[in-house]
């Protein structure tokens, strides 16, 4: 809808002393007299297209009080309420859902992380598997309950997307994506004397990887006293020791024959990626 004011009048003009006076009380009359008498009456519809009914589907059109359950389970991002177990999960839409329509879209707080496996259950339409968006179960603490969880209905699950999760510790700092990978720094390791080729560093990740395929490498972190300090000629490869829970050590091996004393420490800065399920 084109709403058509009426016209204001002529702006006060410093230039024009003689009609100054006259021009700002004709623009207070506008403001305040005129223009509240001719809003009197006008709504949401007047400004936005409105439903026409409750069943009134069309694309663009702000949803009314009342919004038939159809049309509300086509709507692209409705915020529920959570209910049941950490992974037993039930949401309320509020709209009374007495089918779940493929693209349904919904977003909601959970109180607590899931420990294991998930189900969803909207409106009481019944519990449906919860996936990750690689189609997986839900490992544990994949929902959170420091930030919103959106899931998509894909005819048969719930396919549950998360936010990139960030994370530090004393081991350093951490990042989850919802696919499945996982990245692990430190910009403050210490490298000390191992043998007489070798500096070492153990290293506890700040998060855990779910396998032992985990990529790393050892950088300079451009300190005093970092890799490149080091006098020898040639620096050997960076290896990962993972032990049983998939925590890890790294070893940076120094293939030169000239001696590392025992006194040797060198900064460096590590980095790991994986899996984290």
């Given at each position: 809808m084109t709403l058509s004011f009426p016209a204001a009048p002529t702006a006060p003009d410093l230039n024009s002393p003689d009609t100054y006076n006259a021009r700002v009380l004709a623009g207070f009359t506008w403001c305040f007299d005129t223009m509240p008498d001719y809003l009197t009456g006008l709504d949401a519809a007047d400004f936005f297209p409105v439903q026409s009914s409750p069943a009134d589907a069309t694309a663009g059109r702000v949803l009314e009080v009342g919004a038939s359950a159809t049309v509300l389970s086509a709507s692209p991002a409705l915020r529920v309420t959570k209910g049941g177990t950490a992974n037993a999960i039930t949401l309320t839409t509020g709209a009374s859902l007495g089918s779940l329509t493929t693209g349904l879209r919904l977003r909601f707080r959970a109180t607590s992380a899931n420990t294991a496996a998930t189900t969803i259950n909207v409106d009481g339409i019944g519990a449906a598997a919860a996936k990750t968006v690689t189609g997986a179960a839900l490992p544990s603490g994949y929902i959170r309950s420091d930030?919103?969880?959106?899931?998509?209905?894909?005819?048969?699950?719930?396919?549950?997307?998360?936010?990139?999760?960030?994370?530090?510790?004393?081991?350093?700092?951490?990042?989850?994506?919802?696919?499945?990978?996982?990245?692990?720094?430190?910009?403050?390791?210490?490298?000390?004397?191992?043998?007489?080729?070798?500096?070492?560093?153990?290293?506890?990740?700040?998060?855990?990887?779910?396998?032992?395929?985990?990529?790393?490498?050892?950088?300079?972190?451009?300190?005093?006293?970092?890799?490149?300090?080091?006098?020898?000629?040639?620096?050997?490869?960076?290896?990962?020791?993972?032990?049983?829970?998939?925590?890890?050590?790294?070893?940076?091996?120094?293939?030169?024959?000239?001696?590392?004393?025992?006194?040797?420490?060198?900064?460096?800065?590590?980095?790991?990626?994986?899996?984290?399920?």
């Open positions: 930030a919103d969880t959106d899931i998509l209905y894909d005819g048969t699950n719930w396919i549950a997307n998360r936010e990139d999760e960030y994370g530090s510790n004393a081991n350093g700092a951490y990042v989850r994506f919802a696919n499945g990978f996982q990245t692990c720094w430190n910009t403050a390791q210490t490298l000390t004397y191992s043998s007489t080729q070798q500096v070492r560093v153990t290293w506890t990740y700040p998060a855990k990887f779910i396998t032992s395929a985990v990529s790393g490498s050892v950088t300079a972190t451009g300190a005093t006293g970092d890799l490149t300090d080091l006098s020898r000629t040639k620096l050997g490869v960076v290896t990962i020791s993972p032990s049983a829970d998939y925590y890890g050590s790294f070893g940076l091996i120094i293939t030169d024959s000239s001696a590392v004393v025992t006194s040797e420490v060198r900064n460096a800065t590590t980095t790991a990626t994986g899996l984290w399920y």
